[in-house]
Structure formats: structure tokens, C-alpha cells
Antibody
Framework: QVQLVESGGGVVQPGRSLRLSCAAS????????MHWVRQAPGKGLEWVAVIWYDGSYKYYADSVKGRFTISRDNSKNTLYMEMNSLRAEDTAVYFCARAPSYTGPFDYWGQGNVVTVSS | QSVLTQPPSASGTPGQRVTISCSGSSSNVGSSTVNWYQQLPGTAPKLLIF???QRPSGVPDRFSGSKSGTSASLAISGLQSDDEADYYCAAWDGRLNGYVFGSGTKVTVL
């Protein structure tokens, strides 16, 4: 069965960096676009970034552009999000999600990984 | 401020029909397929409706979607207590080159 398992979250100080991972199994990872979506405490869903199935294209939300980098390793079936210059407003649960296309839909989601940016 | 506008809440009694609206623009709802997600408390979102009115396997036909111009709607018929959740519409925005979500609608079963 399709599984997406995030890891790498935690508590980090403002201005520091963190890398999230999303391990995929149960499907041909290299055939799907992958997205990151986040949800701040008590708030709605916010799309963060997408990467093409082969890593050739990437798009980012304006709120993270220039600070976050999405990447993937198809040989390891793993998606990554490198987060730099973290701010308090980046505090959220981060979900990875699979999509047949960069335009969605997100048919499978990970369980979510908490990132807290606080001094 | 979400790009797609949804009412913050909707409610109904068991068995009733509830409709949730999603208003967008020509760069998102008007030109891209609309998807709906259900998020039960404390869990990851789940795909409920895709391509306006298609249901993934396992989603009951009590859930239906539609679109007209730059607006879309989700209808839940035969409302059940298990339907208490947050519902989000979403679509790709060709002007922003990003995926946009609605602000979310909390459905309460009275």
C-alpha cells in the first residue's frame, strides 16, 4: 500500500536550518510529482512547494521562496525540504503529498511532521 | 488571506444536505480542475473529490462536486456525524504558478 512517512521535524531557533524528509513506498515514486503542504496551529492548509517527477521543475509559495529548497532522490524514494532562515511563522505541521501531476490532486498524504521555530 | 474563498462554517442535522461554496478567479477555479479535501480532527487531509466531480475509490456517493465559471461547490447529502470535519477546496493557479487552497469550512452535525 502507498505510504509516505515524514521525518526530520523538531524545535529550532529563528534563523537556523532544518531538513525534512519524506520516505515513499508502495508505488513507483519516480512517476509522481511531490508536494509539501503545511498547516500552522489552528490554521488552514498552505501549499509550500512542488517538484516534478524527475526533479526538472520546482515551484514555491512566495512565503518560502529563496529560503526553502525542495529536492528528491528517486533512487532512494525520498523527498526532501531544506528549510533555511527559519522564522516563527514557519511553525506548522508539514505534510508531504503525492500527485499524478504538478497541478494535483494530492491523492496520498503523509501523517505530518511538526516544525516549531522558537527561541 | 486565502486565494479561494469558502464560508468558515456550515451545519446541518443528520440526514440533511449541506453545500459548501468555493469562489475563485479565472486563473485558478476558472481554468483548472478543482479538488476537495476532508480533514478530520488531528489527522492528515484526505482527497474527497477531484476533477470537479470525481470520487476516489472508497468515498461514498453522498459527496458530490460541481463547478460553474469561477465557483465550485461541494455537497454532502444524508449528513452523518462522521462527516464533522474541515473541508478545503483547492486548485492550481496558473498566474501564481502554485497550488491554492480555500480558507476551509468547518462542518458541524447538530
Amino acid at each position: 500500500q502507498v505510504q509516505l512517512v515524514e521525518s526530520g521535524g523538531g524545535v529550532v531557533q529563528p534563523g537556523r536550518s532544518l531538513r525534512l524528509s519524506c520516505a515513499a513506498s508502495g508505488f513507483t515514486f519516480s512517476s509522481y510529482a511531490m508536494h509539501w503542504v503545511r498547516q500552522a496551529p489552528g490554521k488552514g492548509l498552505e501549499w509550500v512547494a512542488v517538484i516534478w517527477y524527475d526533479g526538472s521543475y520546482k515551484y514555491y509559495a512566495d512565503s518560502v521562496k529563496g529560503r526553502f529548497t525542495i529536492s528528491r532522490d528517486n533512487s532512494k524514494n525520498t523527498l526532501y525540504m531544506e528549510m533555511n532562515s527559519l522564522r516563527a511563522e514557519d511553525t506548522a505541521v508539514y505534510f508531504c503529498a503525492r500527485a499524478p501531476s504538478y497541478t494535483g490532486p494530492f491523492d496520498y498524504w503523509g501523517q505530518g511532521n511538526v516544525v516549531t521555530v522558537s527561541s | 488571506q486565502s486565494v479561494l474563498t469558502q464560508p468558515p462554517s456550515a451545519s446541518g442535522t443528520p440526514g440533511q444536505r449541506v453545500t459548501i461554496s468555493c469562489s475563485g478567479s479565472s486563473s485558478n477555479v476558472g481554468s483548472s480542475t478543482v479538488n476537495w479535501y476532508q480533514q478530520l480532527p488531528g489527522t492528515a487531509p484526505k482527497l474527497l473529490i477531484f476533477s470537479y466531480d470525481q470520487r476516489p475509490s472508497g468515498v461514498p456517493d453522498r459527496f458530490s462536486g460541481s463547478k460553474s465559471g469561477t465557483s465550485a461547490s461541494l455537497a454532502i447529502s444524508g449528513l452523518q456525524s462522521d462527516d464533522e470535519a474541515d473541508y478545503y477546496c483547492a486548485a492550481w493557479d496558473g498566474r501564481l504558478n502554485g497550488y491554492v487552497f480555500g480558507s476551509g469550512t468547518k462542518v458541524t452535525v447538530l
